[in-house]
């Protein structure tokens, strides 16, 4: 009986993955934010093949959109001050965007999870010690935290992962340890207690798995948290180092010249940071009707 109960469950799981994902074909907010977010991903997978200019490369300062290149192609999105092509700016710009925002959300969720399965699980005084010390995190404006944080130790994606980590995953720890302590009642997991498993196998095998709804969720906005970070970090002359571009750093180095004729050297990388998280909102609004349904 234990060995058919142990097999059927991995099947559940994914038969469940599946009908999520099918589901979320019936979602067009979903859809059309997942479109959104993936196009970003190819743009920052192939960059060097999509992009039409060199990035950092001076070719001919304050064109305007669509001018023509003396020597070939077109800048549909203008050029920055420097002469540097706005659209291969943006788009490699995105590949650090996306890199350094995915690293530090799944890092600050592998600290959040950690810490949330340990308090929902044993409770105590562990729960208490960690509860606590994340209240405390969390009583801070986040920004402030954000910019103490790379003001101390300096502006590199490095940082920035440390940073996120360290402010967002006591939001994380909350949520794992509301659903850890409502999953550990079950009688599944009495169950694995009676079997003798260890512990973190229960936390790991058995409860965080069911607690993926929520979370994926969550991972979606965050995503976008992020995202808007990195950007807010940049405009600040705090985010990743230059001369490789930035979405803020563009957005702060142009902004002198937004209002002397030249605003599309702040318009597109604005525009670009709005859209992508505009997606993982989208995104996280289509698993969240998923969710619901299943």
Not at 63 to 91: C, K, Q, V, W
Not at 223 to 250: K, Q, R
Request: proline share 6%.
């Amino acid at each position: 009986m234990t060995d058919q109960t142990t097999t059927a469950a991995p099947d559940s799981r994914l038969m469940t993955a599946a009908r999520s994902v099918l589901l979320l074909r019936e979602s067009p907010v979903g859809v059309f934010g997942g479109l959104i977010v993936l196009t970003f991903m190819l743009l920052a997978i192939f960059a060097p093949l999509v992009a039409p200019f060199d990035p950092n490369a001076t070719i001919l300062p304050f064109a305007t959109p669509g001018t023509a290149n003396p020597e070939g192609g077109i800048f549909l999105f203008g050029t920055d001050h420097l002469g540097r092509d706005i659209l291969s700016r943006i788009i490699w710009g995105g590949q650090r965007v996306l890199f350094y925002a995915s690293a530090a959300t799944i890092s600050a969720y592998v600290v959040g999870i950690l810490m949330g399965l340990a308090a929902g699980y044993f409770r105590g005084w562990l729960d208490e010690v960690i509860s606590f010390v994340a209240n405390v995190i969390l009583s801070f404006p986040i920004m402030v935290l954000y910019v103490l944080i790379i003001a101390k130790f300096g502006a590199s994606g490095i940082n920035i992962i440390f940073a996120v980590v360290f402010a967002s995953s006591p939001g994380i720890m909350r949520i794992v340890r509301g659903v850890t302590m409502d999953i550990a009642t079950r009688d599944y997991i009495a169950a694995a207690q009676t079997r003798g498993e260890g512990p973190w196998y229960i936390m790991l095998v058995e409860i965080l798995p069911n607690a993926r709804g929520p979370l994926i969720v969550d991972f979606c906005l965050r995503m976008g948290y992020t995202t808007i970070t990195i950007g807010a970090l940049g405009f600040l002359g705090l985010g990743l180092p230059p001369p490789d571009p930035d979405w803020g750093g563009m957005i702060t180095e142009t902004r002198a010249f937004v209002t002397g004729g030249f605003p599309h050297m702040a318009i597109f990388p604005a525009c670009a940071v709005s859209l992508l998280v505009l997606g993982f909102n989208l995104l996280a609004d289509g698993l969240r009707e998923v969710s619901l349904r299943d």
